[in-house]
């Protein structure tokens, strides 16, 4: 069965609905192409101070992507945690430029729906890669007491690191995850379905690198930090000789299509930008091509020289 995604929608049937999404007089409902299947009135909506989201799910059992400019903070981990609902809050006038900005968003999560087993053999394929890069994280990881990665995928860096939270918006990937232990939250790194200030570590794993909004990312990360809570943003730097292996496979092939392959100074500028005080910078595989790495490498301070990097925020 198709996934649907129900805009909240104003009286006029065309502009999306200002308010919170449980109260939206109208649901646009989309398929997964873009289309408008219909038009729903919410049976609700009359009731101003109604934030009940397993009566809005209820009414939308078969839909699995609420989209809407406003939900409460409470509802949105609700519909996420106990009804596996996939949110997303919008800066948009109407329905359409809406359920747009929801399908350019998830590009990046239909590749990894259609090659999970791809994705999951990259890892026993370059296992010295693998392993290098989980060293350095374990080695530069601060203390913490709840943590949870942002699109944390098949739980491959999260699951040995500890981390027994994740969001994750691709299905496939998050059932593996869920295998792995991990409690996985459906949910955008834009839009992260998260209470403010409610985890003291945030790992972001190359998931920068295919997001949609990389700064709003970014902010939504030091939103659910606490104060002097801390991030690890990894990514794979573009201006190295693996960054730039990296690259030519973004022209040839669909699984790095849409990906945003970054500096460190551009990434490092990013998170100073929203707010983070920056703590350091380390850097792992020494090499020309991921394909000469047969034995896991060390790691070190700075940039430059490892193709993959990870910078430490604190907010």
Known sequence: MKNLIAVATAKDKKS?????????PFYSIFDEEGNLIETR???FSKDKHHDDPFKVKEFLSDVSTFVGKNMGQKSRKKLTEKLKVRTMLVDAEDIYDAIRYYLDAKKNIDVFERCTDKYEDWFDKYPAVYESEINMLKGIMPKWDKAIEIGVGSGRFAYPLGIKEGVEPSESMSKIAQER????????????????EEYDFVLMAVTICFVKDPIKSLKEVYRILKKGGKTVVAIVDRETAIGKEYLRKKEKGEFYKNVNFFSTEELIDMMKNTGFEIE??????FADSIKEIKEPQPYKEGYSEGGFVAVIGKK
Not at 16 to 24: A, D
Not at 181 to 196: H, Q, S, T, V
Not at 280 to 285: D, E, H, K, R
């Open 16 to 24: 999306l609905w200002p308010g919170h999404f449980g109260v939206s």
């Open 41 to 43: 009135e919410n049976p």
């Open 181 to 196: 232990g991990i409690k996985i939250y459906p949910g955008f790194a834009e839009n992260l379905p998260i209470l403010d």
């Open 280 to 285: 350091g910078v380390y850097q792992t595989l």
